[in-house]
Nanobody, 127 residues
Framework: QVQLVESGGGLVQAGGSLRLSCAASGRTFSSYAMGWFRQAPGKEREFVAAISKSGGSTYYADSVKGRFTISRDNAKNTVYLQMNSLNAEDTAVYYC????????????????????WGQGTQVTVSS
């Protein structure tokens, strides 16, 4: 069982930056591939970024590529999402997700592939 707690959301002006954190419970964080997703009002949840359990592989949605960076610190049981050059379209509730991986250094870009989810943190970008 893994519990995920996101933090770092808030209100930021367009062009600004935020760093989201997702702290995980447990002693096996380094066995979990992690992902960030977001859901804007009236829209479906969408994939943002993913990172493999080692941190050696990352993958981004086209809409955030070059602006967002996912990273992790396995010693701190935390995954991060650095968000730069934010715009109004980035306004959403951001969720982190985890899936234990046993073989390889796989990452996942589909919500249904993840087992555990955090409660979300609101990001609002004012234009």
């Amino acid at each position: 069982q893994v519990q995920l707690v996101e933090s770092g959301g808030g209100l930021v002006q367009a062009g600004g930056s935020l760093r989201l954190s997702c702290a995980a419970s447990g002693r096996t964080f380094s066995s979990y591939a992690m992902g960030w997703f977001r859901q804007a009002p009236g829209k479906e949840r969408e994939f943002v970024a993913a990172i493999s359990k080692s941190g050696g592989s990352t993958y981004y949605a086209d809409s955030v590529k070059g602006r967002f960076t996912i990273s992790r610190d396995n010693a701190k049981n935390t995954v991060y999402l650095q968000m730069n050059s934010l715009n109004a379209e980035d306004t959403a509730v951001y969720y982190c997700a985890a899936r234990r991986t046993f073989l390889g250094d796989t990452l996942y870009a589909t919500g249904s592939e993840y087992t555990y989810w955090g409660q979300g943190t609101q990001v609002t970008v004012s234009s």
